[in-house]
């Protein structure tokens, strides 16, 4: 008795992973075209709708300004600057602060983070201090610097360098503490010494909490120093916004608003390629693989 295959053999075509793969590329730049034609309408309809009401007289433009009026006063304002110099300066002056601010509170918020993460007593020890000094509104904590160092850029930068410590230190002591214990006991059993557990396994397993924080650390780091410029200052964005808001000039007010959101949006873009190549080794999660 012959046996023979129930099986029949079905032929791949050649071009069917290329043409899976084609299909997968044109779905994700009809998905980019959706999302940029999401937010194109999104603007429009929110600019537009901002200026007929106020062309209307539904809104008062004295108190809310107007797209048309903003637009004319940015162009203003970089073409003739500011009774403080011009609008260039200004905006590098807010820049400079920030970026040290962003730095020296992710640095310091990092160590504390990683530091206290490993070592339950010294979270126990200034676990109450941290969180007192957390508590303070962060204005007073302005006024406590422009006090002790006067109004140049030193204490925009701490201002700004604390809004980002907590942020970051919270993310770093947190994703310190998520570490895989078994994965600890393993380095340990092999031999590996408490610094290079702390770099080679508590540090990369904790960096995708740490890169996280630095998202939106950034933001506050502008946040920082654009209060401390509000509280005293002999230049940058927060006194050109001070100014206008004191001469009502909404327009003004908005103008540099919209640099504002330009810079963090730049910086959200730095943040993310960065993200990139520090993650790279690790595979993207279902929801990180459908993301934006």
């Known amino acids: 008795m012959s046996t023979t295959s129930a099986v029949s053999a079905v032929p ?6 290329s043409s899976a793969a084609d299909a997968a590329k044109r779905a994700a730049r009809r998905r980019t075209a959706l999302v940029w034609a999401g937010r194109v309408g999104l603007a ?9 009401f106020t062309a209307w007289g539904i809104v008062d433009p004295f108190f809310f300004g107007q797209p048309s009026g903003i ?3 940015l162009i203003d304002l ?4 500011t009774e403080f110099g011009s609008f260039y300066s200004n905006i590098w002056t807010t820049i400079q602060e920030a970026l040290a601010g962003f730095a020296l509170g992710a640095v310091t918020g990092v160590l504390f983070g990683v530091t206290l993460g490993q070592s ?16 303070i509104p962060r204005i007073v904590l302005g006024s406590i610097f422009i006090v002790a160092f006067g109004i140049g850029v030193l204490p925009k930068i701490l201002l700004a360098a604390v809004l980002v410590f ?13 570490v895989d214990r078994n994965i600890l006991a393993n380095a340990k059993v092999l031999g590996a010494s408490q610094t290079q557990i702390t770099r080679h396994v508590i540090v990369p397993s904790a960096l995708t909490w740490i890169i996280a924080s630095l998202h939106s650390a950034f933001g506050f780091a502008i946040v920082g120093a654009l209060v401390g410029e509000v509280l005293g200052a002999q230049s940058g964005l927060g006194l050109v916004i001070k100014t206008a808001q004191n001469n009502f000039d909404p327009d003004g007010v908005f103008a540099t608003m919209l640099v504002i959101s330009v810079i963090v949006l730049g910086a959200e873009w730095v943040i993310g390629k960065l993200e990139h190549r520090l993650l790279s080794w ?6 990180e693989a459908n993301s934006l």
């Open 12 to 17: 791949v075509e050649a071009g069917a992973p």
């Open 44 to 52: 429009v309809f929110v600019i537009g709708g901002w200026q007929a």
């Open 120 to 135: 339950r007593f010294l979270a126990d020890v200034l676990g109450p201090y941290i969180k007192m000094v957390n508590a």
């Open 282 to 287: 690790r595979p993207p999660t279902p929801t």
């Open 71 to 73: 637009a004319k006063r």
């Open 166 to 178: 907590f942020i970051v230190f919270f993310n770093a002591f947190q994703g310190v503490r998520e």
């Open 78 to 81: 970089f073409r003739h600057g």
